[in-house]
């Protein structure tokens, strides 16, 4: 990958709250808010924006993320560049919205989009999952029918009762297909009846059954059902580990600590023999837009976190229906 040669840098920013429209359930728990981090990074009449979800799974939180990234602020007026930029902060949302703020300032100053600076294909319109949040089996069979004519819905469950939702949903949308997301909440007491419950509503990925960490007895069990590493796996340094368990990897910005190491790992899982999913927490448009240079190496597509919020921001992603488009470089990159 190139970088814009050194060049000084001024940084600014800031903790931004976005509605959700109603609210959002995972097995971790509700929320009615998106918290993010934008970091602005300008120079030479131009300004580079990114947007992180700190999280709290992870031990992030928007201050200390936001401290984070103006800790930055001296090396990028020295001249750090975004390659620099990867050996200096670790891998997570702080350094996600900077990397991602100094890829649209590349692309900005050369007056040109950022995949052409990257040597990536062009990113084209692809089909965005969009999510079922969790709850019981009448209330996501209920969500599920309003968006049953969707082409492809990610099922957020949550343990014991799964085998019933899943059941729900895909009665209330026999023709879509189907990934589900565990969030770490299955054990392995339940994970032999909760796969064979996914097989037999057709899900075709289930998306971390097992905690991070406590998920060698996917090497044990015979998987029905893809099964697909998030919490399991951030960056490069953490697919190895995952052979003969996961067929699949969530790739998230947040987690690879932005765009730069989120592009190596898809290249690296791919040349592994995984199948790659690319995903995002619930955030604007702008956290969106660098994910999308993963997609055209994508098996799965799941962007979907503006149409969970009351509103996006301005020159957001545009969806039509579950198609979502390329950014605008109003918009990032």
Not at 79 to 99: E, F, K, S, T
Request: with cysteine.
């Amino acid at each position: 990958m190139t970088s814009s040669p050194s060049r000084s840098i001024s940084l600014s920013a800031r903790i931004e709250r976005w509605p959700i429209a109603g609210s959002f359930t995972i097995s971790r728990g509700a929320k009615t808010e998106a918290v993010v981090v934008v970091a602005e990074a300008s120079c030479g009449g131009a300004t580079g924006r990114g947007e992180c979800v700190p999280y709290p799974r992870y031990g992030e939180t928007p201050e200390a993320t936001l401290a984070a990234i103006q800790a930055m602020q001296a090396a990028l007026a020295a001249g750090m560049d975004r390659i620099a930029l990867q050996a200096a902060m670790p891998a997570g949302a702080a350094r996600n919205a900077l990397d991602c703020a100094l890829a649209d300032l590349e692309a900005k100053l050369a007056g040109t989009r950022i995949w052409n600076l990257l040597g990536r294909p062009a990113p084209t319109p692809c089909t965005t999952a969009y999510t079922i949040s969790l709850g019981t089996p009448e209330a996501m069979a209920e969500a599920t029918a309003k968006a049953a004519h969707r082409q492809l819905l990610k099922v957020k469950l949550g343990g014991d009762g799964d085998g019933a939702r899943i059941k729900a949903v895909r009665k209330a949308a026999p023709a879509s297909e189907l990934i589900v997301d565990a969030n770490e909440a299955w054990t392995e007491a339940n994970l032999a009846a909760n796969l064979a419950a996914c097989a037999e509503a057709g899900v075709t990925l289930i998306e971390q059954p097992l905690p991070a960490g406590n998920d060698a007895a996917l090497e044990r069990i015979e998987r029905p059902v893809m099964v697909c590493a998030d919490e399991s796996v951030h960056d490069r340094a953490s697919l190895a580990a995952l052979r003969g368990r996961y067929d699949a990897v969530n790739i998230k910005l947040d987690k690879t600590g932005g765009l730069t190491e989120a592009l190596a790992m898809a290249d690296a899982a791919g040349a592994l023999g995984f199948e790659i999913m690319i995903g995002c927490m619930v955030a604007t448009s702008l956290a969106m837009a660098p994910a999308m240079l993963i997609a055209p190496a994508a098996r799965f597509v799941d962007l979907d976190g503006p149409l969970l919020l009351a509103r996006d921001r301005d020159h957001g992603l545009r969806y039509q229906g579950s198609l979502v488009y390329p950014p605008d470089a109003a918009l990032w990159g």
